[in-house]
T-cell receptor
Framework: DQQVKQNSPSLSVQEGRISILNCDYT??????FLWYKKYPAEGPTFLIS?????DKNEDGRFTVFLNKSAKHLSLHIVPSQPGDSAVYFC????????????FGRGTSLIVHP | EPEVTQTPSHQVTQMGQEVILRCVPI?????FYWYRQILGQKVEFLVS????????KSEIFDDQFSVERPDGSNFTLKIRSTKLEDSAMYFC??????????????FGPGTRLTVL
């Protein structure tokens, strides 16, 4: 039962280029979406979030886009840096009144110098 | 910068043994969580805790699991009789004092539990 899907297990990008990480969800009750970043041997770190009343949220090099009709969100990193190499988790919450996030399986991003 | 800490970083135990995983959340946070991640799989919610009681729990959090905040700083997860399938990375997280769950959750570095 994958309510939050990250279909690309890995992504490789050249330094300076744009990284686009994708996430799809199936539960239309989700109304809050988050991206977390995880380095090896560390816990996930909150990166950016978006409410369902918006379609875009930007924070520095990171922008999250939400397409509610397609139940799709994406994280754009511009420009990508080698330090961005990590596993990125998409998460969604709000179903059934719960604020507990449901996580995707993650996408491993590698940014090559 | 305040951070969530977890001990031990790695715990090896025999099947059927009890384990206690410890966490020290960020001091002014009010909401506490345990998650687990089985190798190669997604991060899964186990339980949330607020005001000294469980707020939500998942289907994974059965009678073998319990949580406690024994004092003002520690938050523990106990597994009474470990099974092989309990082998995973266990993450503690805390958030608040804002809107429950909508605040950023701060995760600890995790405890890797290996059940032999």
């Amino acid at each position: 039962d994958q309510q939050v899907k990250q279909n690309s297990p890995s992504l490789s990008v050249q330094e300076g280029r744009i990284s686009i990480l994708n996430c799809d969800y199936t539960n239309s009750m989700f109304d809050y979406f988050l991206w977390y970043k995880k380095y090896p041997a560390e816990g996930p770190t909150f990166l950016i979030s978006i409410s369902s009343i918006k379609d875009k949220n930007e924070d520095g090099r990171f922008t999250v886009f939400l397409n509610k009709s397609a139940k799709h969100l994406s994280l754009h990193i511009v420009p990508s840096q080698p330090g961005d190499s990590a596993v990125y988790f998409c998460a969604a919450s709000g179903s059934g009144g719960s604020y507990i996030p449901t996580f995707g399986r993650g996408t491993s991003l590698i940014v090559h110098p | 910068e305040p951070e969530v800490t977890q001990t031990p970083s790695h715990q090896v135990t025999q099947m059927g043994q009890e384990v206690i995983l410890r966490c020290v959340p960020i001091s002014n946070h009010l909401y506490f969580y345990w998650y687990r991640q089985i190798l190669g799989q997604k991060v899964e919610f186990l339980v949330s805790f607020y005001n000294n009681e469980i707020s939500e729990k998942s289907e994974i959090f059965d009678d073998q699991f319990s949580v406690e905040r024994p004092d003002g700083s520690n938050f523990t997860l106990k597994i009474r009789s470990t099974k092989l399938e309990d082998s995973a990375m266990y993450f503690c997280a805390s958030s608040g004092p804002g809107t429950f769950g909508r605040d950023e959750q701060f995760f600890g570095p995790g405890t890797r539990l290996t059940v032999l």
